[in-house]
């Protein structure tokens, strides 16, 4: 038993397990393996690969993409191997719920904001046995918007073994429009961050 948390020691793989190539390429430049174009499906598998290689869980914490982050994951088969679990904290009273975020916070710097994109991430592995989580607010539109944080603004926060990374973007288009290319973005910010880590 790993002390820190009360998590379980990782499971090895048995000697002789046939090696993917997605598995033999980490070795050679692992970041190329991150690019811009992929589709989130894409990007789950490599996550998929690379985490088990490692044997990491991960963990999602959801606001405007309500839960479909999660969703790509569990896509794949085999995903409850690495994906441990998913928080859609969709309201203010769920992200201080479910995942412990300060309810002071989020009046001083409003949901979608850095210091509450970190706390989530944060909160999701206090509140898991993953290592790695992702989190994402945001404001996916059509309504919701300001002139301080427009339609489209989602921040992102990343917990990589214990080091957290925050980053705002700005995506263009409808609704689902945005909230595909968050997902796809926080997926591909994950995986380059885990194999920095």
Not at 107 to 132: C, D, K, T
Request: glycine share 10%; hydrophobic share 40%.
């Amino acid at each position: 038993m790993n002390a820190e948390k009360g998590r379980p020691e990782p499971v090895q793989p048995p000697r002789g397990a046939a090696t993917t190539h997605s598995e033999r390429a980490w070795g050679s430049n692992p970041e190329s393996l991150s690019k811009p174009e992929q589709t989130a499906q894409e990007l789950c598998g490599l996550l998929a690969d690379f985490l088990q290689r490692k044997h990491w869980l991960m963990a999602s914490a959801e606001s405007c993409t309500g839960g479909l982050i999660a969703g790509a994951c569990t896509d794949l088969a085999g995903s409850s191997n690495w994906f441990e679990r998913g928080f859609v904290t969709y309201s203010n009273e769920a992200k201080t719920g479910m995942l412990g975020v300060d309810a002071a916070l989020i009046a001083q710097h409003g949901a979608v904001s850095e210091p509450v994109a970190r706390a989530m991430a944060e909160g999701a592995l206090v509140h898991s046995r993953a290592q790695v989580s992702v989190a994402v607010t945001g404001i996916a539109g059509p309504t919701g918007g300001s002139a301080a944080k427009p339609v489209g603004t989602v921040w992102f926060g990343w917990c990589v073994q214990g080091q957290v990374t925050s980053e705002v973007r700005r995506f263009d288009g409808d609704r689902a429009t945005v909230r595909a290319a968050a997902v796809r973005h926080a997926l591909r910010r994950l995986l380059a961050l885990a194999l920095a880590a």
